[in-house]
């Protein structure tokens, strides 16, 4: 029985990154390792990613982003309004694309878009987006905690993970008060809403986070996830820290947008920021 | 009273869920009266009134089970309604909010209020002005003499609140590119010190107002069943969101004033489809959600 398992999502081509992670998590111990898709994007020499992936046996669904690459299309449809960032969003999905073998991504297609597992007791949903959309972003400041409750009960599940926008976080969800000065128990941590009630259909929301490329907090970190079922749910976000340095230069190397290595070096969003809210646009630099 | 163009509609659209929730807060009153008003807002314009609170209460209470995912306040101007900042907050602790507002009468206690309630809360408070040129002259030809200067007042304020409004700006020079019109909007917002400018470009909706000023639909602009047979559904407003106004539940806020527009009494009645037969519809079919916020896109693959 699944105990203990390993997330991520968004290796952008970063295999350094995604090797570091891998290293930490076979020294943690883990029953699996999942990955929520989006190989590609943004970083250097895509095919170096696919062996790593299969050598620790990673379980993969796909991602929007490898969607667009199986099935061929011109670009990644990202349709961002500012003409700035369609130019950069076009710059790495074309270099991802020629530097993609024709096998890895052929195989890309034969990934599932989405999986489900047993986790000690709960029924866990695994997907890109979110479960009705793959390439639909679910942002912590921009999802109510009524709509994930709907999602689990529609899905059937009582804990969804999911990745795509870059940047991870947790939501428990428990019952709403709709009435009176505001709802204590909203956004606890699940180890406090477990200390709090001992209910037993607890129900939750985890956004993995990305390996790809840090999540716009001025540092170069970053990050996957273990999700424990021993038997309560325990969420723990795990920083990861690499050669973010050599990434950089091989990026360069490969003539990849200065904008791009500048978040890498720097920890801050250069690009694609319109798709932000406000709350998390404001943490961000730019 | 806006009348169908389509004998048979085009399509059947269902709900596929309630992400959505609008408030027709203020109805179609406004201190500003634009030329390009697609409701024909203004001081006079009664059509729709003020939602009392109890009823956007009771909608709020009824939407959590519903498993709404966000909120938008327009009008109409919001900021006129009695309520709106305690209905905000309110609505903060359930959800994001969007805010549809011109800006030119926001208050600092107000937005002091409202700042706080964003950092108290999980979500996002997101205000979304109106603005329809970069420059003086071209704004004030749309929305009234002295509207320029009075909401980049507005503007100013928001920013100094901690807010990062995104700027809308209607597709009214349409000799400009969206994406011309896009860089003199950044660049603008940039000189005024606005050092992260959101920039958000909507076409026009040649409904209301908007008629007199142009022109209305054009017979070709249409959408029929051939058009909508490979289009994905999901890219409509109506398949995902319904309007509170004073009057009953609305389909969407575009079409406020269509005949059969009107769905339901409350939420519940408010959820059945809706059959597209509105030239208006034909500007959803060219552009998608154009009433939603970037951090909600809804591209298909
Ligand atoms: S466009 Fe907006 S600001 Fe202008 S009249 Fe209509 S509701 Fe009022
Ligand atoms: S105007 Fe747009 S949102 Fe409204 S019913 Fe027509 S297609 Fe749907």
Not at chain 1, 88 to 94: G, W
Not at chain 1, 105 to 131: A, E, F, K
Not at chain 1, 195 to 215: C, D, I, M, Q, Y
Not at chain 2, 143 to 156: C, K, Y
Request: hydrophobic share 40%; aromatic share 10%; proline share 5%.
């Amino acid at each position: 029985m699944l105990r203990r398992i390993a997330l991520f999502g968004g290796i952008y081509n970063n295999y350094l990154a995604l090797e570091a992670a891998l290293r930490d998590i076979r020294q943690r111990g883990v029953d699996g390792i999942y990955c929520l898709g989006d190989f590609g994007a943004f970083g250097p020499h895509p095919d170096r990613v696919f062996p790593l992936i299969w050598d620790y046996q990673v379980e993969c669904i796909q991602g929007n982003y490898d969607q667009s690459l199986a099935r061929d299309l011109p670009d990644c449809q990202c349709g961002y309004t500012d003409p700035r960032d369609n130019y950069f969003a076009r710059i790495s999905y074309e270099y991802t694309y020629q530097h993609t073998s024709p096998e890895n991504r052929r195989w890309l297609g034969t990934l599932p878009t989405q999986r489900r597992l047993l986790l000690g007791r709960y029924r866990v949903l695994l997907c890109h987006g979110s479960p009705r959309k793959i390439n639909e972003f679910l942002w912590e400041s921009t999802t109510s905690t009524a709509f994930l409750q709907w999602l689990c009960a529609t899905y059937e599940a009582d804990v969804i993970c999911a990745t795509h926008t870059g940047i991870k976080w947790q939501r428990n969800l428990e019952a709403i008060q709709t009435s009176g000065r505001g709802s204590p128990l909203l956004g606890r941590t699940m180890t406090e809403a477990c200390a709090h009630s001992k209910a037993t259909t607890a129900k939750l929301f985890v956004n993995v986070g990305v390996l790809g490329r840090p999540e716009n907090d001025g540092t170069p970190r970053v990050w996957y996830t273990i999700l424990e079922a021993d038997p309560e749910l325990r969420v723990e976000f795990v920083p990861v820290e690499y050669d973010y340095r050599r990434l950089a230069r091989e990026m360069r190397d490969e003539k990849l947008p200065e904008e791009f290595v500048e978040t890498i070096l720097t920890g801050w969003w250069t690009t694609c920021l319109e798709i932000l809210p406000a709350k998390e646009r404001k943490r961000g630099k730019f | 009273m806006l009348l169908p163009i389509l004998e048979e509609a085009a399509a059947t659209v269902h709900l596929a869920h309630l992400d959505d929730l609008w408030f027709q807060i203020t109805g179609t009153l406004c201190n500003l009266a634009c030329r390009h008003c697609f409701i024909s807002c203004s001081p006079h314009n009664h059509t729709f009134g003020f939602i009392p609170r109890a009823q956007v209460e009771e909608a709020l209470a009824e939407s959590v089970a519903l498993g709404v995912k966000e909120y938008y306040f327009t009008g109409g101007e919001p900021f006129l309604h009695p309520d709106i900042v305690p209905l905000v907050c309110q609505a903060l602790r359930l959800g994001p909010v969007t805010i549809l507002t011109n800006a030119t009468v926001l208050r600092d206690d107000w937005l002091r209020e409202l700042a706080h309630a964003e950092r108290e809360s999980l979500y996002s408070l997101e205000f979304r002005v109106s603005l329809d040129g970069y420059e003086a002259e071209r704004n004030d030809a749309v929305r009234g003499a002295g509207t320029f200067a009075r909401t980049m007042q507005g503007v100013r304020r928001l920013l100094e609140h901690g807010f990062l409004p995104v700027i809308t700006v209607a597709h009214v020079e349409e000799e400009l590119s969206p994406e011309t019109l896009y860089h003199c909007f950044v660049e603008m917002l940039r000189r005024f010190g606005y050092d992260r400018p959101r920039v958000k470009i909507l076409p026009l909706l040649r409904l209301g107002a908007e008629t007199q000023r142009t022109r209305g639909y054009l017979p070709q602009e249409r959408v029929t069943a051939e058009m909508l047979a490979d289009f994905d559904l999901d890219q409509l407003l109506c398949r995902h969101a319904r309007v509170l106004t004073d009057r009953g539940v609305y389909v969407c806020p575009i079409l406020l004033e269509a005949a059969d527009a009107r769905l339901g009494d409350d939420l519940q009645s408010g959820l059945r489809s809706f059959s597209l037969r509105y030239s208006a519809c034909y500007t959803c079919y060219l552009h998608g959600t154009i009433c939603a916020n970037a951090s909600a896109q809804r591209r298909d693959l």
